[in-house]
């Protein structure tokens, strides 16, 4: 089993729809979670960091579940731009594990 | 945000030749740098570990002596893949954390793509 587990996609979305990207991870002594953003040919941003309360930022909310090991990214309001790769990060011990990361493609 | 730099962007080699690539931390120091690689449409895989001063801990199947990895300063680390072969065709990318525990603060390089004919 993967460390940290994605669904590949693609995810097609029309602008302006809400799309939902999930993420599992093996490790239960995992520490700190992030989703990460990553452009074509280009390298991996931070989005987001992912707290077991929820935390919205703007158009995005991310969501841990400590127990089922699962980790939830939600755009809303999709725009073009939001076209990228989305990477699942885990940390344990300051060793960051990605995710192969879901892609999503916005069309107008 | 820091900056994290890496040369050169793009190269081509050939077969049997070793390519050295460059990761500098430009407005920060680095105790601990890391180096990825990726093919096309994979995750990120973590290579090694590089901290100042000491020896590179390899991730298993990374064979070092292929690999080497130098981390002389608090700045600069360097990766040279040797006797260079197609299948070391890849995305490789460094980052750089700054701080000893803060997995927030690790920033990305663009990246270097390798081309090997």
């Known amino acids: 089993r993967k460390e940290v587990e994605q669904d590949p996609g693609p995810f097609n979305v029309p602008e302006g729809a809400t799309v939902a990207f999930n993420c599992t991870y093996s490790?239960?002594?995992?520490?700190?979670f992030f989703w990460y953003r990553q452009d074509c040919r280009k390298e991996p941003k931070l989005l987001m960091s992912v707290y077991s309360s929820g935390n919205e930022d703007g158009r995005f909310t991310a969501q841990l579940n400590r127990a089922s090991q699962y980790i939830s990214l939600l755009i809303r309001d999709s725009k073009l731009s939001d076209s990228a790769t989305y990477l699942c990060v885990v940390n344990n011990n300051n060793d960051m594990r990605f995710g192969a990361g879901t892609r999503l493609t916005v069309k107008p | 945000g820091a900056v994290v730099s890496q040369h050169p962007s793009w190269v081509i080699c050939k077969s049997g030749t070793s390519v050295k690539i460059e990761c500098r931390s430009l407005?920060?120091?680095?105790?601990?740098m890391f180096w990825y690689r990726q093919f096309p449409k994979q995750s990120l895989m973590l290579m090694a570990t590089s901290n100042e001063g000491s020896k590179a801990t390899y991730e298993q199947g990374v064979e070092k002596d292929k690999f080497l990895i130098n981390h002389a300063s608090l700045t600069l680390s360097t990766l040279t893949v040797t006797s260079a072969h197609p299948e070391d065709s890849s995305f490789y990318i460094c980052?750089?954390?700054?701080?000893?525990?803060?997995?927030?603060?690790?920033?990305f390089g663009p990246g270097t793509r390798l081309t090997v004919t």
């Open positions: 407005d920060f120091q680095a105790t601990t």
């Open positions: 980052s750089a954390r700054r701080g000893s525990h803060s997995a927030y603060e690790q920033y």
């Open positions: 490790n239960s002594a995992s520490q700190s």
